[in-house]
Each structure stands twice: as structure tokens, then as C-alpha cells.
């Protein structure tokens, strides 16, 4: 019961905030573009160097967090292609909404609710290995002749390289500078969580089946590829528990969004992304209930 509970008090904090943006969303119908641009162009950014520039972060402990995050990506990508090639489905559209999981938005509030804040360097380690290959190989899944080149642009990008080197030759920042930097990083993860809400306000779903199909089979790959990871790698128990949490994630949103860019079938997109999400509120609370 006491597990239980504490499972419910994890969630809670993610949902309120999701359906006040949900809510928020269907009555203002905000233009949140310059929302999501801020997250990404300076909250998040903030939020990646602050975790990994700071003096107890050091990357190499993570190694094989990251290689089992980086074989889960990889392997549940391997079983989407096949599903799509057996259901007939748009292998652009589809695997990208399989691989690349909801890893800031709930991911990272997650891990501060259910582990505490000594295990958010970690959560953001993988955030920064998702976001690397999403922007990345995943861009040049849906758009495979797109010239990815601006991706070195990237605020995102350069937070993550000045971090890692700076975890290598450890050094630090300041800590008027690590405090600063950090107070803009925090607004990360709840302003995510709103803009996620309102993000669900506009979506409309016009395939179940394809939803259900996606909804399911996201999850339920990732966990069988990580629960063995979790025996095979030199992973201490949170970590172990943060690997089978992130494999229980729904689809990001971000899927939805690159696939109406690049035209790969945004309305199967949507479908998986939203019955994902809703299909969340069962994997969740089961991952967590392996993970604690």
C-alpha cells in the first residue's frame, strides 16, 4: 500500500500539470511556438549544462546508462521497422514515434519525483543521448534527403559538447554562474509539462487502431529490450530503475511535430502520440512499481 501511494504521489504532480495545460489550452488556445522555442533554444539548454558542468557530475559514471539507453533505442527501432513493414504502415512515420520517447517532458519530472534530485544528472544524460540522435538520425528518418547541417546550430547541440567536455577535464562552474544557469534550467521541466497539455488540446485522432497498435508496442519493446540491461550492465539499483522508467515512457510530441514539418503522415503520428500518452497511465505506474 505504501508503494502504492507513493506511486500515486509520483504521478499526480505530472498529470495536474499536463491538465491544467490541457485545459488552459482548449479555453486560450495559445500560440505556444514561441513557448516551445524558448524550452528549446534556452531552458533546456540551461538545464543540460547546469546538470553537467556541475561539480559532482562526472559522465563517466553514466557510460552504461547511456549504452543501455543507446541499445534500447536502437533495438525497440529494430522491432518498429519490422511491425511497420509487416502492418504496411509508413516506416518514416512510424519508427520515429516507437524510438524517441517523451524523455524531457515526463521523463526528467519523473525522475525528480520518484528518485530525487541526485539522479537528475543521469535523467539528463539520456535526454541529451535521445535528443543528439533524434535531431539527428531521427530528422533524417522522415526527411531522408534533408540537409541536417543546421543542427549544429543547435543551442541544444553545443550545450551538450561544452558539458561533456567540461565533465572530462573536470572542471566546474562557478557557483554565482551554476546558480544562475540553474534557476533558467528549472523552468524546463514544469513549463514543459504545461506546453505538453496544450500541446494534447490541439491534437485530433482519426486512426485508433494505429494509436492502439502504437500506444502498446512503444512501451512494451523498450521494456523487453531494458529489463535484461538491467541484469547485464554494471548498473547500481536507481539506475537500473531509471533505465526501466525511461522504457516505459509514451511517444514524445516532438514526433508529431517533425512529421507534419517533413509530411510523413501526421495523423498516424498523432494517433500513436496521444493514445501513447493515455496508454502511459497503465505502463507508468507499472514501471515504476518495478523500478522502486
Same mark, same amino acid.
Given at each position: 500500500?505504501d508503494?502504492?501511494?507513493?506511486?500515486?504521489?509520483?504521478?499526480?504532480?505530472?498529470?495536474?500539470?499536463?491538465?491544467?495545460?490541457?485545459?488552459?489550452?482548449?479555453?486560450?488556445k495559445p500560440?505556444?511556438?514561441?513557448?516551445?522555442?524558448?524550452?528549446?533554444d534556452v531552458?533546456?539548454?540551461?538545464?543540460?549544462?547546469?546538470?553537467?558542468?556541475?561539480?559532482?557530475?562526472?559522465?563517466?559514471?553514466?557510460?552504461?546508462?547511456?549504452?543501455?539507453?543507446i541499445?534500447?533505442?536502437? @533495438?525497440? $527501432?529494430?522491432?518498429?521497422?519490422? *511491425?511497420a513493414?509487416?502492418?504496411?504502415?509508413? /516506416?518514416? %512515420? &512510424?519508427?520515429?514515434?516507437?524510438?524517441?520517447?517523451?524523455?524531457?517532458?515526463?521523463?526528467l519530472?519523473?525522475?525528480?519525483?520518484?528518485?530525487?534530485?541526485?539522479?537528475l544528472?543521469a535523467?539528463?544524460?539520456?535526454f541529451?543521448i535521445?535528443?543528439?540522435i533524434?535531431?539527428?538520425?531521427?530528422?533524417?528518418?522522415?526527411?531522408?534527403?534533408?540537409?541536417?547541417?543546421?543542427?549544429?546550430?543547435?543551442?541544444?547541440?553545443?550545450a551538450?559538447?561544452?558539458?561533456?567536455?567540461?565533465?572530462?577535464?573536470?572542471l566546474?562552474l562557478?557557483?554565482?554562474?551554476?546558480?544562475?544557469?540553474?534557476?533558467i534550467?528549472?523552468?524546463?521541466?514544469?513549463?514543459?509539462?504545461?506546453?505538453l @497539455?496544450? $500541446?494534447?488540446?490541439?491534437?485530433? *485522432?482519426?486512426?485508433?487502431?494505429?494509436?492502439? /497498435?502504437? %500506444? &502498446?508496442?512503444c512501451?512494451?519493446?523498450?521494456?523487453?529490450i531494458?529489463?535484461?540491461?538491467?541484469?547485464?550492465?554494471?548498473?547500481?539499483p536507481?539506475?537500473?530503475?531509471?533505465l526501466i522508467l525511461?522504457?516505459a515512457l509514451p511517444?514524445a510530441?516532438?514526433?508529431y511535430?517533425?512529421?507534419?514539418?517533413?509530411?510523413?503522415?501526421?495523423?498516424?503520428?498523432?494517433?500513436?502520440?496521444?493514445?501513447?500518452?493515455?496508454?502511459?497511465?497503465i505502463?507508468v505506474?507499472?514501471?515504476?512499481?518495478?523500478?522502486?
Amino acid at each position: 500500500m505504501d508503494l502504492f501511494i507513493r506511486i500515486i504521489g509520483i504521478i499526480t504532480p505530472v498529470l495536474v500539470v499536463s491538465a491544467i495545460g490541457f485545459g488552459y489550452g482548449r479555453i486560450a488556445k495559445p500560440d505556444m511556438r514561441w513557448v516551445n522555442r524558448l524550452s528549446v533554444d534556452v531552458l533546456f539548454p540551461a538545464l543540460i549544462f547546469s546538470a553537467m558542468a556541475a561539480k559532482d557530475f562526472h559522465i563517466v559514471e553514466y557510460l552504461p546508462l547511456l549504452l543501455g539507453s543507446i541499445i534500447m533505442l536502437f @533495438g525497440s $527501432g529494430l522491432i518498429a521497422w519490422g *511491425v511497420a513493414r509487416l502492418l504496411k504502415y509508413s /516506416v518514416p %512515420a &512510424f519508427v520515429p514515434a516507437m524510438v524517441f520517447s517523451n524523455v524531457a517532458n515526463m521523463g526528467l519530472p519523473l525522475t525528480l519525483f520518484a528518485f530525487g534530485a541526485d539522479l537528475l544528472p543521469a535523467a539528463v544524460s539520456i535526454f541529451m543521448i535521445f535528443s543528439l540522435i533524434h535531431f539527428t538520425l531521427g530528422i533524417r528518418i522522415c526527411s531522408p534527403g534533408i540537409d541536417i547541417r543546421g543542427t549544429l546550430k543547435s543551442p541544444m547541440l553545443w550545450a551538450m559538447i561544452l558539458g561533456v567536455l567540461m565533465s572530462l577535464a573536470g572542471l566546474a562552474l562557478p557557483d554565482w554562474l551554476a546558480s544562475s544557469l540553474r534557476m533558467i534550467g528549472d523552468a524546463a521541466i514544469p513549463l514543459g509539462l504545461f506546453a505538453l @497539455g496544450v $500541446g494534447f488540446s490541439t491534437f485530433r *485522432v482519426g486512426n485508433w487502431s494505429i494509436g492502439l /497498435v502504437g %500506444a &502498446f508496442l512503444c512501451p512494451i519493446s523498450s521494456l523487453v529490450i531494458a529489463w535484461p540491461l538491467t541484469k547485464i550492465l554494471p548498473l547500481t539499483p536507481p539506475m537500473q530503475g531509471l533505465l526501466i522508467l525511461y522504457a516505459a515512457l509514451p511517444p514524445a510530441v516532438m514526433n508529431y511535430i517533425f512529421a507534419e514539418r517533413y509530411g510523413q503522415d501526421p495523423g498516424l503520428v498523432s494517433a500513436i502520440v496521444v493514445v501513447g500518452n493515455i496508454a502511459s497511465l497503465i505502463f507508468v505506474p507499472l514501471a515504476l512499481y518495478i523500478a522502486l
